[in-house]
Protein backbone atom coordinates (compact mmCIF):
# COMPACT_ATOMS: atom_id res chain seq x y z
CA UNK A 1 0.00 0.00 0.00
CA UNK A 2 0.92 3.75 -0.71
CA UNK A 3 0.26 6.31 1.62
CA UNK A 4 0.21 10.50 0.83
CA UNK A 5 -0.51 12.49 3.14
CA UNK A 6 -1.72 16.46 2.99
CA UNK A 7 -3.05 18.87 4.68
CA UNK A 8 -0.09 20.57 6.67
CA UNK A 9 0.27 23.93 7.31
CA UNK A 10 0.76 26.97 9.71
CA UNK A 11 -1.62 27.80 12.59
CA UNK A 12 -2.12 30.05 15.63
CA UNK A 13 -2.41 28.10 18.92
CA UNK A 14 -5.68 27.62 19.38
CA UNK A 15 -6.57 26.95 16.19
CA UNK A 16 -7.56 23.88 14.32
CA UNK A 17 -6.52 21.75 11.09
CA UNK A 18 -7.14 18.65 9.72
CA UNK A 19 -4.73 16.60 7.96
CA UNK A 20 -5.39 13.61 5.61
CA UNK A 21 -3.61 10.44 3.84
CA UNK A 22 -4.84 8.30 1.42
CA UNK A 23 -3.92 4.83 1.06
CA UNK A 24 -3.49 3.18 -2.37
CA UNK A 25 -3.10 -0.65 -3.07
CA UNK A 26 -4.93 -3.33 -1.34
CA UNK A 27 -8.24 -3.13 0.53
CA UNK A 28 -8.10 0.12 2.88
CA UNK A 29 -10.60 -1.24 5.45
CA UNK A 30 -7.92 -4.34 6.20
CA UNK A 31 -5.27 -1.97 7.69
CA UNK A 32 -4.98 -0.53 11.10
CA UNK A 33 -4.00 3.21 10.34
CA UNK A 34 -2.25 5.79 12.71
CA UNK A 35 -0.91 9.16 12.94
CA UNK A 36 2.62 9.52 14.41
CA UNK A 37 4.89 12.57 14.58
CA UNK A 38 8.05 13.99 14.84
CA UNK A 39 9.47 16.97 16.04
CA UNK A 40 12.53 18.57 15.11
CA UNK A 41 15.46 16.96 17.68
CA UNK A 42 12.75 14.19 19.05
CA UNK A 43 11.92 10.66 18.07
CA UNK A 44 8.81 9.67 16.29
CA UNK A 45 5.88 9.67 18.39
CA UNK A 46 2.59 7.78 18.18
CA UNK A 47 -0.55 10.12 17.96
CA UNK A 48 -3.49 7.85 17.23
CA UNK A 49 -4.65 4.77 15.77
CA UNK A 50 -7.86 3.56 13.94
CA UNK A 51 -8.86 0.15 13.09
CA UNK A 52 -11.18 -1.84 11.37
CA UNK A 53 -13.72 0.70 10.42
CA UNK A 54 -12.85 2.93 13.43
CA UNK A 55 -13.85 -0.16 15.54
CA UNK A 56 -10.47 0.46 17.77
CA UNK A 57 -9.56 4.06 18.63
CA UNK A 58 -7.03 5.20 20.96
CA UNK A 59 -5.00 8.51 21.73
CA UNK A 60 -1.62 9.28 23.38
CA UNK A 61 -2.51 11.02 26.50
CA UNK A 62 -0.59 14.67 25.14
CA UNK A 63 -3.65 14.99 22.52
CA UNK A 64 -6.47 13.43 23.64
CA UNK A 65 -9.34 15.08 23.90
CA UNK A 66 -7.74 17.36 21.77
CA UNK A 67 -7.63 15.48 18.70
CA UNK A 68 -10.02 13.08 16.53
CA UNK A 69 -9.16 10.33 14.12
CA UNK A 70 -11.12 8.91 11.67
CA UNK A 71 -11.47 7.10 8.66
CA UNK A 72 -13.81 6.69 6.01
CA UNK A 73 -12.80 3.43 3.69
CA UNK A 74 -15.00 4.22 0.86
CA UNK A 75 -12.34 7.04 0.07
CA UNK A 76 -9.45 4.81 1.15
CA UNK A 77 -8.55 8.10 3.53
CA UNK A 78 -7.85 7.84 7.23
CA UNK A 79 -7.92 12.12 8.78
CA UNK A 80 -6.47 13.74 11.66
CA UNK A 81 -8.79 16.74 13.22
CA UNK A 82 -6.95 18.76 15.55
CA UNK A 83 -8.43 20.96 17.85
CA UNK A 84 -6.65 23.50 20.71
CA UNK A 85 -3.28 23.35 19.04
CA UNK A 86 -0.32 24.01 21.19
CA UNK A 87 3.16 24.86 20.01
CA UNK A 88 4.38 21.47 21.34
CA UNK A 89 2.02 19.87 18.81
CA UNK A 90 4.56 21.38 15.92
CA UNK A 91 6.02 18.37 13.81
CA UNK A 92 5.88 16.42 10.87
CA UNK A 93 3.03 14.33 10.97
CA UNK A 94 2.87 10.80 9.50
CA UNK A 95 0.67 7.98 8.53
CA UNK A 96 1.30 4.42 9.29
CA UNK A 97 -0.69 1.35 8.31
CA UNK A 98 -0.34 -2.38 9.06
CA UNK A 99 -2.29 -5.53 8.74
CA UNK A 100 -1.15 -7.29 11.37
CA UNK A 101 -3.79 -6.96 15.15
CA UNK A 102 -4.02 -5.81 17.49
CA UNK A 103 -3.55 -1.92 17.02
CA UNK A 104 -0.14 -0.51 18.22
CA UNK A 105 1.56 2.43 19.41
CA UNK A 106 5.06 1.23 18.39
CA UNK A 107 6.05 2.55 15.21
CA UNK A 108 8.37 -0.01 14.60
CA UNK A 109 5.61 -2.66 14.00
CA UNK A 110 4.04 -0.66 11.20
CA UNK A 111 4.54 -1.58 7.64
CA UNK A 112 4.15 1.27 5.40
CA UNK A 113 4.37 4.85 6.30
CA UNK A 114 3.33 7.73 4.24
CA UNK A 115 5.70 11.30 3.24
CA UNK A 116 4.53 13.42 6.40
CA UNK A 117 3.18 16.46 6.29
CA UNK A 118 4.43 19.39 8.74
CA UNK A 119 2.13 20.96 10.77
CA UNK A 120 3.80 24.42 12.48
CA UNK A 121 1.95 26.25 15.08
CA UNK A 122 2.78 29.65 16.27
CA UNK A 123 1.93 30.93 19.83
Known amino acids: VQLQASGGGLVQAGGSLRISCVASGRTFSEYIMAWFRQAPGKEREFVAV????????AYAHSVKDRFTISRDDAKNTVYLQMDSLKSEDTAVYYC?????????????????WGQGTLVTVSS
Open 50 to 57: TAWSGSTI
Open 96 to 112: AARLTPPPSWAAGSYDY
